[in-house]
């Protein structure tokens, strides 16, 4: 019997076609096999959650006094851009009693195919008769493999609950605190749009507490000493570790603070013996750096060309559909399945053609080398953004940095490790310790194919810590004191943010949501971050000056105004514990939502309640930039978009 495949997205669905016997049938929106078989897809979501309105007029104009908004039942809308395929899709549903779930195989993508069974309005035999099929390789072996390892679509119900309560919770949270606070900052006077969010909002706390740091830095002097020992017509210069009795005189980094401590230990030392106690030389390797994620290419193509996070992510969509030059790039993996070895002299050959700044490092690649990268276990819904066995000579300025960024870090997989030596010595003198370190590349390996690679010392380094054996005993000549000051921390940049809420752990106190953060996506997701980032400046929330970011008085007002915990991370990571205790069968979505719904009632009594936040009156008044539906009390309803 012919079968009906829904996959998530049209290239995933030409990989499904290709595993399915010849010739294969064209059609609007779909693809039919020599066996009947039928593939079609969705574009992404096809469908998205309705606007207040949609549940009752009244909520077309903003007041404080409808708050919260608690959707029930909850209405699921047609996306217009994808209601031509929608539309495909729901005739086709209706044509097979055989139907396989094609989504990619994570949360977002259960979801994203199980929300079109039910909207569409499937009977329940048909459901109960549904498979899941789970790609992660768009191979054709990989893919066959896949179709012969179906299992029921009911065994992934979890997964589409944990991702429907987190779709859900993201609307009620962002959607009656934004409303609530833009209020509450029109009332202040303030014409802009006060956007809340699960995500956006701590982000937005990281770049406000970043910023007052540096404003509220008061620089500080402190002070290190080198012990300066003579060797065979050379100086080693060895750093003074100050012992436990100098704490003191210390700061919580170890810094010492006392400069008269400081001359003191280096008049003690001058012209007195220096004994090595401790004698270390090894060899040491680098492994060549995985291939990218998006996170991780948006971060490199801030540092190196200025790139937004958006810029990056439509050359890469562009890439992507347009010139079919690398694979699917909204990727939160560094991994690649075995099975595309067997693509490399492809690949290459493609880059060479593309990329011809690269045809060098093409002809020096070794493919007989397999780099960590290539882990099986650890791909799963997507593997690494790597360059396809396509080529094109017609790409853009930026288009080319951007590939070349991704065809270099995936040629580093077929160089040797770096190679260093290095080397450590510990000297006692006058009862102190002084340590001499130095590291020298010996073998560029994979770092040849770096643009600006800093490994290289000008000396060498048997000239700074030379071979001693424990014991030697030298003299220590003088000790140089060097006078140095505190600096305060940089502001971000959109490389340090972007990295920022990708090891969004490190910001967190509580030892336990450090662990979920870490093992989850960190703030946002690969395909949102970019997004998120440009709402807060869209927003006039964050500001750009050169290559820092900065929050206006705007962010600062609102970060004030909103409750604290709103304005750090700790409660995505509290939301993150549930929602995978929903996809492990061990929570349930009614009592996470009632939860919520619960909070937001408190919440919205105590802004109905409460006087103006002293901070939203001193926000600068600004035109709205938005413009006002006839009779409505809020900005339009299409340009308003909530986002985490």
């Known amino acids: 019997m012919a079968r009906l495949f829904i996959a998530e997205k049209p290239s995933l669905g030409r990989a499904i076609v290709a595993a399915l016997p010849k010739p294969h049938k064209n059609h609007e929106g779909y693809v039919q096999a020599a066996n009947g078989d039928t593939v079609t897809w969705c574009i992404g979501h096809l469908l998205e959650q309705a606007e207040p309105d949609a549940y009752d007029e009244k909520y077309k ?98 997964l589409s609950v944990s991702a429907l309560a987190r779709s859900r919770a ?3 949270y962002g959607m009656n605190m934004s409303r609530a606070y833009t209020l509450l900052g029109k009332q202040a006077g303030y014409q802009g749009v006060l956007s809340v969010g699960r995500v956006q909002t701590p982000v937005l706390g990281l770049v406000v507490r970043r910023d007052r740091e540096i404003a509220a830095f008061v620089p500080k002097p402190f002070y290190q000493l080198d012990a300066v020992i003579a060797y065979q017509g050379n100086n080693i210069f060895a750093r003074w570790q100050p012992s436990e009795s100098c704490q003191p005189w210390q700061d919580e980094e170890g810094r010492v603070l006392s400069r008269k401590l400081v001359e003191n230990v280096a008049q003690r030392i001058a012209n007195q013996p220096a004994t090595v106690v401790v004698s270390e030389r090894k060899g040491t390797k680098q492994a060549p750096p995985l291939p990218y994620s998006l996170s991780a290419l948006q971060i490199d193509a801030a540092k190196r060309f200025n790139m937004s996070a958006a810029d990056v992510l439509a050359c890469c969509q562009s890439l ?16 690649l399945p075995k099975e595309h070895l067997k693509e490399a002299s492809a690949v290459t050959s493609a880059i060479s053609k593309t990329a011809p700044p690269l045809s060098d490092a093409v002809k020096n690649a070794n493919l007989l080398l397999k780099s960590k990268a290539w882990n099986d276990s650890k791909v799963e819904a997507h593997h690494a953004i790597i360059p396809t066995g396509k080529s094109s000579q017609v790409l853009s300025g930026r ?87 505190t600096e305060p921390p940089r502001h971000f940049t959109e490389a340090t943010l972007l990295q920022a809420m990708t090891g969004i752990a490190r910001f967190v106190k509580e030892a336990e949501l450090k662990k979920i953060l870490r093992d989850t996506d960190g703030l946002g997701t690969e395909a949102t971050r970019a997004g998120i980032l440009e709402l807060l400046f869209k927003r006039s929330l964050l500001s750009r000056e050169g290559k820092q970011i900065r929050a206006t008085a705007s962010a600062c007002g609102l970060i004030d105004a909103i ?47 409460g006087p103006v936040p002293d901070s939203l009156r001193s926000l600068p008044a600004q035109p709205n930039p938005f413009k006002k539906r006839k009779g409505s009390g809020g900005p339009k309803r299409k340009r308003y978009k909530t986002k985490a």
Request: hydrophobic content about 40%; proline content about 6%; some cysteine.
């Open 320 to 335: 992507y559909e347009k010139h079919k030059v690398i694979t699917y790039p909204r990727s939160d993996s560094r991994y």
């Open 399 to 485: 288009e080319k940095d951007v590939y070349e960024l991704i065809a270099r870090q995936y040629l580093m997989q077929f160089y040797p490790s770096a190679e260093y030596v290095e080397a450590k010595l510990d000297f006692e003198i006058a009862g102190g310790i002084f340590v001499a370190k130095g590291k020298q590349l010996t073998l560029a390996g994979w770092r040849a194919l770096l643009t600006r690679d800093n490994a290289s010392q000008k000396e060498d380094i048997e000239s700074q810590v030379p071979p001693l054996s424990k014991g030697t005993v030298l003299t220590c000549e003088r000790g140089e004191i060097k006078d140095c000051m």
């Open 563 to 609: 409750p604290e915990k709103s304005a750090y991370p700790d409660m995505t990571a509290h939301w993150e514990r549930q929602l995978q205790d929903m996809a492990d069968k061990k929570g349930s979505y009614q009592p996470f939502m009632a939860a919520l719904e619960s909070e937001l009632v408190d919440l919205m009594a105590s802004v109905r309640k």
């Open 170 to 172: 993201d609307w009620l």
């Open 61 to 158: 104009t903003w007041r404080l006094d409808d708050l919260p908004i608690l959707p029930d039942p909850w209405i699921l809308k047609p996306r217009k851009s994808a209601a031509k395929q929608l539309s495909v899709v729901k005739k086709l549903l209706k044509q097979f009693n055989d139907i396989i779930h094609a989504g990619d195989p994570d949360r977002e993508g259960q979801l994203l195919v199980d929300e079109v069974f039910s909207f569409a309005k499937l009977p329940e035999a048909k459901k109960q008769r549904i498979q899941r099929l789970l790609i992660n390789d768009l191979n054709v072996s990989a893919v066959t493999k896949a179709l012969s390892a179906m299992r029921s679509n009911l065994d992934f119900v979890p």
